[in-house]
């Protein structure tokens, strides 16, 4: 059964779930001075995001948020030996759920837009404010955003990798 992951979307409208191809974002340099006059320093990169703020609290004129939240998003080909995902092992258990750092979006095939396997990385979150988010959706040609339930399937991914609980004694494993 074929299933839409993908639309593409155009204008300055926001969701959960909106591709930005190499949008900058901004990074705190690990050697960051102690503040003497104010100023800080910060390291642009430009990286490919996706959008895991609600919808809701992204709608023109009624935020409920001042920035969103943006996490990277990689190609499957960027990961490369040794890292675990660059083995089919590590791919599928990420497929899977079972690794809850990372979520896997399937290719894309929207005319325009046909893109490999990706995957979002929970590990790091971004914040770019929502004017500046706007501006970047306003100056691209479009953008694929990620269609329901596949939405709302990165959402829970997301929530459940930040609502995790270590205990300080586990169940010993069943033999």
């Known amino acids: 059964m074929k299933y839409p992951w993908y639309q593409t979307a155009r204008g300055t409208d926001l969701e959960q779930g909106d591709i930005f191809e190499s ?3 901004f990074l705190p340099r690990a050697d960051l001075p102690p503040l003497e006059d104010g100023t800080l320093f910060f390291d642009e990169e430009l ?8 919808t809701c609290d992204l709608v023109a004129g009624r935020e409920k948020v001042t920035e969103v939240l943006l996490c ?12 675990y995902l660059a083995s089919a092992k590590g791919l599928e258990e990420a497929r899977r759920g079972i690794l ?20 979002v990385d929970f590990r790091r979150v971004y914040s770019l ?3 500046f988010v706007r501006r970047q959706a306003k100056n691209t040609d ?4 990620l269609l329901p339930p596949y939405r709302e399937h990165l959402s829970q991914a997301f929530a459940r990798f930040f609502m995790r609980v270590g205990l300080p004694v586990d169940i010993p494993p069943f033999r």
Not at 72 to 83: I, K, N, T, V
């Open 72 to 83: 990277p998003l990689w190609l499957r080909a960027q990961f490369l030996p040794p890292h």
């Open 23 to 25: 949008c900058p974002v």
């Open 142 to 145: 479009g953008r694929l955003r």
């Open 47 to 54: 990286r490919d995001v996706i959008v895991v703020s609600q």
């Open 100 to 119: 809850p750092g990372f979520h896997v979006l399937a290719a894309c095939e929207e005319p325009g837009f046909e893109r490999e396997a990706r995957v």
């Open 129 to 131: 404010p929502v004017a």
